[in-house]
């Protein structure tokens, strides 16, 4: 149904779609490719599968913390069957991804190098005075790589120590990290591999396909904060303009109503009427009818046999914290930087994902000597019946969760709602 209800600077009407929650949720997890009846990318090779699947969702997001598999691993191991973390490493080392900031550190396709101009000149612009103050250490480190790229971190040495991100109080950074890191953010190197944890980086000019060099080379400010907010919105798939991250650039509360506004009046993007929602969502013209399509269809109840998916902290569907209240009912906080005493779900709680439903959370945590997966909790929220097919199912999706970490064991620790899976 369609109604007017908006309207933009000039006070004039525009259109609306009007729809209801569960019909934006299970949008939402269909374009994230969260929903059960998901059957996965057609060519049979799942490292091929996972580019498409990064291709598909715009770009996954990268990060260190390591109590199970990073939050890379786990967004695809959620999406397609058969991945491997190594997988992702054999993809950025073919050079089919590079690593950026996009809605953090992310892996993107590589064919969107270009798109990112922008945010490389806002970056050097920015720490032209950190460079220059690093002088000599900067010009070692971009002659070294030069000379024997690619190297890891520990291939540079530097008796001195900075002022890093995180150690503002005293200089712990040894100023050759630190120059590293700086010529990461400004585009001059990138990292080409990784082995483990460990980055391997090399000279941007000559990892970077000459084609796509100079496509980024010719395109100016305006054209690459534009195709930056296009990719935005189709990764978000369901925004608004309240998210200080919209279009992965600076922009005041004004300045992203305005560019929202300006894409609505030329029907590229719809604003959303969602019932009971109060917040003003928007979504991408092309993308209504497929809306449509959920909408129709909610009688089409989702089974008790759907499977359960465990999500990472940082999933793409999580990237913005006030949706999920909006569409799910669902509050999350990840609490790894929360002092122990006070976290109350755990350090690494991953929700529960089952049908179009977030029902709980699991806090997984991985004895890699032992071989053995501990659940440190497994909370189910008070609404949520315990079925016994829900029961068989956490059973399920737990020994697979194990059996992607190389675990033959898994330990729950404790249990809310007095669930016995084991």
């Known amino acids: 149904m369609i109604t007017a209800s908006i309207t933009n600077k000039d006070g004039e009407q525009m259109k609306s779609f009007q729809t209801n929650r569960q019909a934006v949720r299970r949008f ?8 059960s009846h998901y059957e996965g990318m057609a060519d049979p090779s799942a490292i091929k599968s996972a580019s498409q699947m990064i291709r598909q969702l715009e770009c996954v997001q990268l990060d260190a913390v390591a109590s199970v ?20 490493n054999e993809l950025l080392s073919q050079g089919y991804l590079f690593e950026y900031w996009a809605n953090a550190a992310c892996t993107i396709p590589m064919d969107d190098y270009p798109l990112f101009e922008a945010t490389r000149i806002r970056f050097r612009n920015q720490m032209r005075e950190e460079l220059d103050k690093l002088g000599a250490v900067v010009d070692d480190v971009v002659e070294k790589l030069r000379l024997e790229g690619p190297l890891p971190s520990r291939s540079f040495r530097a008796a001195d120590r900075v002022h890093g991100a995180w150690d503002h109080k005293y200089p712990r950074t040894k100023a050759t ?30 990892t970077i396909p000459r084609k796509l060099l100079q496509e980024a080379e010719n395109m100016d400010v305006s054209e690459s ?11 978000y798939r369901v925004f608004d303009a309240g ?19 300006k894409r609505v009046e030329d029907g590229m993007v719809i604003p959303l009427e969602i019932e009971g929602v109060r917040r003003q969502y928007y979504m991408l013209a092309e993308d209504l009818d497929r809306l449509k399509s959920h909408d129709k269809h909610l009688q089409e109840l989702l089974s008790d046999d759907d499977p359960i998916i465990f999500l990472p902290p940082l999933d793409n569907l999580l990237w913005r914290r006030e949706r999920l209240v909006d569409l799910f009912d669902f509050s999350y906080k990840w609490e790894v930087y929360t002092p122990k005493a006070k976290r109350r779900y755990g350090y690494y709680a991953m929700p529960i994902l089952a049908g179009d439903r977030l029902i ?24 949520v019946e315990v079925t016994p097919s ?6 399920t ?4 969760f194990a059996a992607f970490h190389g675990a033959r064991d898994i330990t729950v620790e404790r249990a809310e709602q007095d669930i016995r899976i084991f």
């Open 360 to 383: 709980g959370r699991v806090d997984p945590g991985l004895d890699r000597e032992n071989q053995v997966l501990t659940v440190r909790l497994l909370q189910i929220d008070p609404d």
């Open 397 to 400: 999706s737990l020994e697979a």
């Open 225 to 235: 904060n534009k195709a930056l907010l296009e990719k935005y919105m189709r990764a």
């Open 390 to 395: 829900l029961r068989g199912n956490l059973k």
């Open 69 to 88: 598999a990073r939050n890379q691993h786990l967004v695809l191991a959620a999406r397609v069957p058969g991945y491997q973390p190594d997988m992702l």
């Open 28 to 35: 939402l997890l269909d374009t994230q490719h969260l929903l």
């Open 243 to 261: 998210d200080a991250r919209l279009g992965w650039q600076k922009m005041s509360a004004a300045e992203r109503q305005a560019v929202i506004m």
């Open 177 to 206: 990290s630190h120059a590293l890191n700086l010529l990461l953010d400004t585009g001059m190197i990138r990292v080409v591999r990784r082995e483990g944890s460990e980055r391997f980086f090399d000279l941007t000019e000559r």
